[in-house]
């Protein structure tokens, strides 16, 4: 029984590497493919006037999911050589956060967790365990995290000094609007992002000239981190080439 556990465990391991054996590639693709189900599942449910047996057949299919969800989940902890930081890293928080909300809803009123609902959109998060594309997106983004960082403390106080600065040119002309610092984020955070719903806008000469320059440093705070994810990607790429070369 000893002798056998260790060669269970290899086994087990190499299936979930997924790309050493036909058998490891197939459970991923079925994996892969729940996830996209279940996603197409939640859609469907929220249609009106939906048949009972189709919600019925939704739920059973529901119940089928979590229950490969769960069974992926032991296993994956049982596997583990370092049980508590799996746990604790981004693939075991989401793969429990995927599962977790069914169990907490058991025997309860639906209607006051209905919320835990939208935790079945962690699903898609799952994917990226499973996609080489999404985990070289999470290489990135590791990559570059620092300075990703250290220009997102800079856009907030880009975020403040606007709303501030549009709060004292339109204080007096749109009182209602611009009442206070806090009026004034919606205005900066649509003016920044240069989306501009134009339900609120600067009314003076002063607003408009301040509005013209909060619009162009707007453009390079997203554009500075688009390029350094950019960067990050394709240096993040190279090296998969290069040791898929190798």
């Not at 769960?70 to 994956?76: A, N, S």
């Not at 998060?125 to 997106?137: G, N, Q, S």
């Not at 570059?144 to 549009?166: H, Q, S």
Request: proline residues 3%; aromatic residues 16%; glycine residues 6%.
């Amino acid at each position: 029984m000893t002798a056998e556990a260790p060669g269970l465990r290899t086994r087990l391991q190499t299936v979930f590497a997924g790309n050493r054996t036909l058998f490891g590639r197939a459970c991923q693709a079925f994996i892969q493919a729940l996830i996209v189900l279940s996603i197409v599942a939640f859609t469907v449910e929220t249609l009106p006037d939906l048949p009972p047996e189709v919600r019925s057949n939704l739920h059973r299919f529901e119940v089928f999911v979590i229950i490969v969800f769960t069974v992926e989940y032991l296993l994956r902890l049982w596997l583990s050589e370092r049980r508590l930081a799996f746990m604790f890293s981004f693939h075991g928080i989401i793969d429990l956060l995927v599962i977790l909300p069914f169990y907490l809803q058991l025997g309860l009123d639906l209607r006051s967790l209905r919320i835990l609902w939208l935790f079945r959109l962690f699903r898609l998060f799952k994917l990226v365990r499973y996609v080489d594309a999404a985990r070289r997106i999470g290489d990135a983004f590791r990559l570059v995290r620092v300075d990703l960082a250290v220009f997102g403390i800079g856009a907030l106080f880009v975020f403040y000094l606007a709303a501030v600065g549009i709060y004292f040119f339109e204080r007096d002309a749109q009182p209602d609007t611009f009442a206070s610092v806090f009026h004034s984020f919606w205005w900066a955070l649509a003016t920044l992002t240069t989306v501009g719903y134009g339900d609120v806008y600067p009314v003076t000469v002063g607003g408009k000239i301040f509005t013209f320059f909060t619009l162009m440093i707007g453009l390079g705070v997203f554009a500075v981190p688009t390029g350094l994810i950019t960067m990050a990607i394709v240096s993040t790429r190279e090296a998969t080439l290069k040791d898929d070369a190798s």
